[in-house]
């Protein structure tokens, strides 16, 4: 099997190594083409381009396989929770007892943020979206912690501030939530585990004595660990290049957040919702809305199918669908959006032009009605997915720089005109 590969250009014959994963993919090495040849590749989306050697996360889209550090998230999701599973992708090992004990009592005596952080908080009027305020938040960190700015520093700096972002995040969407609705913020309580305590500082009231429902403790442990990682997607491959500059943990991962906000990244499971209860309020004709998702001229797209690399189903969608029948049950919710769903889900599997393309639910398209039942509003639904794709941006950001990984500057194909001479104003 050979390990070169050879391209012809203008005549000339360029030979380039292949490079082999411990999954058997397979990669040209086009680190020295411009320098061989003066020749680039280009890839809008990067849709064939690998940026990285990774050893976090392993995604099989053809045959529907995500591994964390070699774990299916199948086994992880029945059998490990929130905490562990970031410690599994941040350090690359399952922690021993006693190192899983250290890590999460850290996370739990640091979720108590910076009192100015309410100043920074009242700042934003009530109609921000949570999204923005997390990111600012989590940037903001960097004034309240000024050593975190030197990514260079010992591992134990970078420790600090991986305990510090992980234990404080939950404070920082909750409280992003309690400006929006108006409400005085609640204090981290380190009595409780992590989702139980982000869920006290989501609804409880001043004073008020509140337990999270266990069900719904579960089903959000369970929602985190399915979005820890994802390889190289859109946010994380932000927070690589944002990272890569040196620039701060605190505002690689701003940046992340930032990127994960569009609808068709991270934003979709608001827009699942808001399209489901669109179809709801347009009376349920699911066969309408399907022949729009494939009209060309139609800019609507059925938000929560498709995938960049799952062209077939996407494993946390299949997990994720079942546990909202689960969570509905035993919660006793009966939403009529999780019947519209699954009707669009039956019909995109026998439509040619969704089999042709390969479109399946993504996780966007089941967990907003999972977070709907826990009370979760629709506008948190992308800081719900931020909240568990924190490790994995983490894990990302520190793999990158420990591997001394050079700054990300891709290059281009100038279309542009071509050398030209300045007209004065009065000449043209
Ligand atoms: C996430 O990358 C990750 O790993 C992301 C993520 C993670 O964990 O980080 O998995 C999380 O972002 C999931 C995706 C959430 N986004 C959505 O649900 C938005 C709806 N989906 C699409 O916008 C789209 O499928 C993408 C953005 C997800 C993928 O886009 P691609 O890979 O660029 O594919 P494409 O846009 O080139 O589509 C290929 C074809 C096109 O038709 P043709 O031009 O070939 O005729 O499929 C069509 C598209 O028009 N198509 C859809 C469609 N998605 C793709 N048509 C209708 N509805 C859709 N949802």
């Known amino acids: 099997m050979s390990d070169t590969a050879q391209i012809i250009v203008d005549g000339k014959s360029l030979e380039l190594p292949v490079i082999e994963g411990s999954e058997s993919e397979k990669a040209i090495d086009i680190s020295k083409l411009r320098g061989s040849s003066g020749i680039i590749t280009i890839d809008p989306g990067f849709k064939n381009t690998g940026s990285t050697q990774s050893a976090i996360t392993f995604l099989d889209g053809e045959k529907g396989i995500l591994r964390y550090r070699g774990y299916t ?15 599994l992708l941040i350090y690359g090992e399952l922690p021993t007892t006693e190192q899983y004990n250290e890590f999460a009592s850290s996370i739990t005596n640091h979720t108590l943020v910076h009192e100015d952080v309410k100043k920074i908080l009242e700042g934003f009027p009530s109609v921000a979206h ?40 939950p404070t920082f969407a909750a409280w992003s939530y309690k400006n929006k609705i108006g409400q005085p913020v ?29 069900v719904v403790a579960d ?3 369970k929602l985190l660990i399915l979005h820890a990682d994802h390889e190289q997607n859109c946010s994380t491959a932000t927070v690589r290049v944002v990272g890569s500059s040196h620039a701060s943990m605190y505002a690689s991962i701003s940046a992340g957040i930032n990127a994960l906000w569009g609808p068709l990244h991270g934003g979709a499971n608001q827009a699942v919702i808001e399209m489901l209860e669109g179809i709801k309020a347009d009376g349920g004709d699911t066969k309408k809305w399907m022949a729009k998702a494939k009209d060309k001229n139609d800019p609507f797209r059925l938000m929560g199918f498709g995938h960049r690399v799952y062209k077939n189903f996407d494993p946390r969608a299949k997990i994720i669908k079942k546990a909202a029948d689960d969570v509905l049950e035993k919660l006793g919710v009966n939403d009529p959006v999780l019947d519209i769903a699954k009707g669009l889900e039956e019909e995109a599997l026998r439509d040619p032009y969704f089999v042709e393309r390969k479109l399946y639910p993504n996780v966007d398209f089941y967990s907003g009605i999972i977070y709907r039942a826990l009370g979760i509003p629709t506008d948190m639904f992308t800081v719900m997915f931020a909240l568990g794709r924190l490790p994995g941006w983490i894990a990302q950001w520190k793999e990158m720089r420990e591997n001394k990984e050079p700054i990300g500057r891709p290059r281009q194909v100038y279309t542009g005109a071509n050398d030209r001479t300045y007209v004065p104003l009065n000449e043209r």
């Open 186 to 214: 609640i204090y981290p309580d380190n009595k409780l585990n992590y989702t139980g305590n982000f869920l006290k500082m989501m609804f409880a009231l001043p004073a008020e004595e509140y337990l999270a429902d266990p």
């Open 73 to 87: 998230i199948e086994e992880l999701a029945e059998k490990s929770n929130f905490l562990e599973v970031s410690y």
């Open 130 to 169: 949570p999204m923005g305020v997390l990111s600012s938040l989590v940037c903001a960190q960097t004034a309240f912690y000024p050593e975190s700015l030197d990514p260079n520093r010992s591992h134990g700096d970078v420790d600090m501030s991986i305990i510090r972002l992980i234990a404080k995040m």
């Open 219 to 221: 089903a959000l442990d």
